[in-house]
């Protein structure tokens, strides 16, 4: 297949069921044609490809800024808004030759967990009738799922690409920290937000962390190291048993509270991996427990400062001024019609707990935690190669069950927070369905800061 027939093809499918899932909220046909017929054109005349990848289209998460499509974050404060330069992620994207068929669909500035905190409308999931696709990130996994694209990008502040996964059954990975740009990427919490790569395979999405990752002098978080060897990982795994790896089962992510057939699909993928040669250990991460509580916390914070920037001066949404009112005014004005429920409630927890007199109890006591998270880890990684554990508590729950109940909806958060906490890296695969329900679960695969290729090893070997 030439690439202008692969992505004629995903076309074809966004315009068949794009009207049932809303995974898009833009769809850039002529751009990505474009991009496709000059991969050919490039093939033709006997150039060597722009990458393994070149000429396969994609599905980009809707808050990388992209020169020649909006950029919204799902968000009627960017409604429209066309941002004047690409991404690095996206500038990466490009000049890999991979024709970008369009934004797709996340709850508001990617807070959320289900992507009904969208202002566009909720993404449903092609699993089951009515079933939310998971968040923040449900539009780039239902764009994989129901076959609208084969590759997607997404971001992880909390779990944002893992949980989709999970909830689709696709493969997601959060890079390390510091190794995919942040440049050209809508802020949410700037300590925790990575892109990264999601696909139906391991291999695939391997391919695309190596197309995405690497330094970038803008991003004064990059890491300034070589991109991590993930295919040649993945392909090991595919190859090879398990045999010497170290594998640890966290205790405090395997709870009586998690649905029935998440404990019992995740625990047989544990022995699956026994089966294949792992050796299985239990380890105890015990302030684990707290990452919900510091995370609810830390993340508010930085986005109540992230989020002032959108003070109807600058760009997006400004509400009329008909001439009376006072440049305060309309700040409050549009920022009231310009965001939504969750954004101004993190909002007001994160200015609240940055306060004089709060900071120290509150963002102070956070941070604390977060550094006993990192140690749990550092902990666990002197017995154990990788962590194990599901990727969310529940499979896809209703569309709207939990939209009035904030924190329902942050608990099934609980088993993704820890590796954002601590600026490792993970992935999430398909394990199998739960029994009760016939839904994907999600296998969670960590692994230290850096060794991001333990997790395409091990999830290859599994796959
Ligand atoms: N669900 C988490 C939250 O609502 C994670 C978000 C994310 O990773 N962007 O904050």
Redesign the pocket.
């Known amino acids: 297949v030439s690439a202008v027939e692969a992505t004629e093809a995903h076309l074809e499918q966004i315009r068949a069921v794009d009207g049932t899932y809303n995974a898009f909220l833009h769809v850039g046909d002529e751009a990505a044609l474009d991009a496709a017929r000059d991969v050919d054109v490039a093939l033709a005349n006997g150039e060597a490809p722009a990458s393994p990848l070149a000429g396969v289209p994609l599905a980009l998460k809707d808050v990388f800024a992209t020169a020649d499509m909006p950029t919204t974050c799902a968000s009627r404060m960017l409604e429209g808004w066309v941002p004047p330069y690409d991404a690095t992620v996206t500038a990466r994207l490009r000049a890999a030759g991979i024709p970008i068929l369009g934004k797709t669909n996340m709850?508001e500035f990617?807070?959320?967990?289900s992507t009904e905190n969208s202002a566009y409308g909720p993404t449903l999931n092609p699993w089951g009738e009515n079933r939310i696709p998971g968040?923040?990130g449900g539009g780039s996994a239902a764009a994989l799922a129901a076959f609208e694209a084969p590759l997607a990008i997404g971001?992880?502040?909390?779990?944002?690409i893992r949980?989709p996964a999970a909830m689709t059954a696709t493969v997601g990975v959060k890079p390390t920290y510091g190794t995919v740009s942040r440049f050209g990427l809508v802020a949410?919490a700037s300590s925790l937000d990575q892109g990264g790569p999601c696909g139906r395979t391991v291999l695939d999405t391997a391919m695309l962390h190596e197309v995405i990752a690497g330094h970038d002098p803008r991003d004064s978080t990059s890491i300034d190291t070589p991109v991590r060897p993930v295919v040649r990982a993945a392909r090991e795994g595919a190859a090879g048993s398990l045999k010497g790896v170290r594998v640890g089962v966290v205790k405090e992510l395997h709870s009586g509270s998690y649905q029935d057939g998440v404990l019992s699909t995740f625990d047989a993928a544990v022995e699956t991996l026994r089966g294949l040669g792992a050796e299985v250990i239990e380890v105890s991460c015990p302030h684990f427990t707290y990452a919900l509580a510091a995370y609810y916390l830390i993340?508010p914070s930085e986005v109540s400062s992230n989020l002032a920037r959108f003070d109807a001066m600058r760009y997006g949404l400004r509400v009329d001024n008909d001439g009376t009112k006072s440049a305060e005014q309309i700040m409050a004005e549009t920022r009231a019609a310009g965001f939504g429920a969750e954004v101004k409630r993190r909002v007001m927890i994160g200015t609240y707990a940055l306060s004089a007199g709060y900071y120290d109890a509150y963002y102070g006591q956070a941070l604390k935690v977060r550094t006993l998270i990192a140690q749990d880890f550092a902990k666990a990684y002197e017995t154990v190669d990788v962590l194990v554990a599901p990727t969310s508590p529940f499979t896809a729950w209703k569309l709207g069950e939990k939209v009035d109940d904030p924190v329902a909806m942050?608990l099934?958060?609980l088993c993704t927070l820890p590796t954002?906490l601590a600026g490792h890296c993970a992935m999430s695969l398909p394990a199998g369905l739960a029994p009760e329900d016939g839904l994907p679960v999600g296998l969670q695969i960590m692994a230290p800061a850096l060794a991001d290729e333990r997790l395409y090893r091990v999830g290859a070997a599994y796959e």
């Open positions: 709850d990617a807070m959320g967990s968040g923040s971001t992880d502040t909390g779990g944002s949980q949410c993340l942050y099934s958060d954002n």
